[in-house]
Nanobody, 122 residues
Framework: VQLQASGGGLVQAGDSLRLSCAAS??????WGWFRQAPGKEREFVAV??????YYADSMKGRFTISRDNAKNTVAMQMNNLKPEDTGTYFC????????????????????WGQGTLVTVSS
C-alpha cells in the first residue's frame, strides 16, 4: 500500500493551493491531512470519514478536504494561505472506524504518504 501526496509549492500569503493524495493497493474508510512545521510536532489539519469532514480550528473556513472514491484519492483545497501554514503536509489513511475524538490522533492512522512541502511567503 502506498500513499502519494502532491501539490505543494511556494506561494504568497493569500494564495491558494490544492494538495492531492493518491492511494494504491487498498481503499480506506478515513483519510486525513497532517502538517509539520520546521522544529515542531506533526499536527492535525483535516480529516474525512464516510463523507463527514473535520478540521483543526485554524483551518476552518479556509481548507476543504474532499475525496474521490472512484479514483481512490483525497484532496485538500487550501485558500487564503498564511505564512504560519508553512510546513510539510502528510496524507494519512486507515481502514478502521475511528471515533471522532481520535480523528486528530496520529496513531489512529496506519498508512502515511511521504509529504509535500508548502511554503507561504509573507
Amino acid at each position: 500500500v502506498q500513499l502519494q501526496a502532491s501539490g505543494g509549492g511556494l506561494v504568497q500569503a493569500g494564495d491558494s493551493l490544492r494538495l492531492s493524495c493518491a492511494a494504491s493497493g487498498r481503499t480506506f474508510r478515513t483519510w486525513g491531512w497532517f502538517r509539520q512545521a520546521p522544529g515542531k510536532e506533526r499536527e492535525f489539519v483535516a480529516v474525512i470519514r464516510a463523507g463527514n469532514t473535520y478540521y483543526a480550528d485554524s483551518m476552518k473556513g479556509r481548507f476543504t478536504i474532499s475525496r474521490d472514491n472512484a479514483k481512490n484519492t483525497v484532496a485538500m483545497q487550501m485558500n487564503n494561505l498564511k505564512p504560519e501554514d508553512t510546513g510539510t503536509y502528510f496524507c494519512a489513511a486507515t481502514m478502521n472506524h475511528v471515533i471522532v475524538s481520535r480523528l486528530p490522533d496520529r496513531s489512529a492512522y496506519d498508512f502515511w504518504g511521504q509529504g509535500t512541502l508548502v511554503t507561504v511567503s509573507s
